[in-house]
C-alpha cells in the first residue's frame, strides 16, 4: 500500500471513489436521488477544488500494489487552535477490513502531529453502518 498527497490535477480520482463508495456507504441512510445529488453537490472538481485551495483540506490517496487508488482521506490543520479535523475517511468497500482505514487514519494522525496537533476530531453520521470504525 502506498499513500500520497494529492495533486489537483488528481481530483477525478477522489470523484470516482467516491462514486464506488458512497453507494455502498450510505445505502441504508440515504435513497439513490439523495446519494446523487450530495456526490454532485459536494465531489465536483470546482468544490474539492475550494476545500483545497481555500479551505486548506489535504487529501492522501492510498494505493495497492498495483497502483489502483483503494481509499482517501481528507483534513484539516488547525481547523481549531492546534487541532485537525478529520474530514473524509473512505475505502472500496472491497477492501474495507484489510487495514487501508486504518492505516490512512494514522497517517493523518501522523501528521498532525508533526504539525504540533494536539487533538485530532471528527464528527460522524450517528445512522452510519461504520460507525464500529470510528469508535476502535
Do not use: C
Not at 37 to 63: C, G, P, R, S, W
Not at 65 to 93: C, D, I, R, W
Not at 97 to 102: E, H, I, L, M, Q
Amino acid at each position: 500500500m502506498t499513500f500520497s498527497k494529492l495533486q489537483e490535477n488528481e481530483i477525478g480520482i477522489i470523484i470516482d471513489l467516491t462514486k464506488r463508495i458512497w453507494p455502498v456507504a450510505y445505502s441504508d441512510i440515504l435513497s439513490k436521488a439523495q446519494l446523487d445529488y450530495m456526490i454532485d453537490l459536494f465531489y465536483t472538481e470546482k468544490a474539492l477544488l475550494d476545500l483545497i485551495q481555500n479551505k486548506h483540506h489535504v487529501f492522501y490517496i492510498a494505493k495497492n500494489t498495483a497502483e489502483q487508488p483503494v481509499g482517501f482521506v481528507s483534513f484539516e490543520l488547525n481547523a481549531l487552535p492546534q487541532q485537525t479535523k478529520l474530514h473524509k475517511l473512505y475505502v472500496l468497500p472491497e477492501t474495507q477490513g484489510k487495514g487501508v482505514g486504518k492505516q490512512l487514519l494514522t497517517l493523518a494522525l501522523e501528521i498532525a502531529k508533526e504539525n504540533n496537533q494536539k487533538k485530532l476530531f471528527l464528527n460522524v453520521n450517528k445512522k452510519t453502518k461504520h460507525k464500529h470504525f470510528t469508535k476502535k
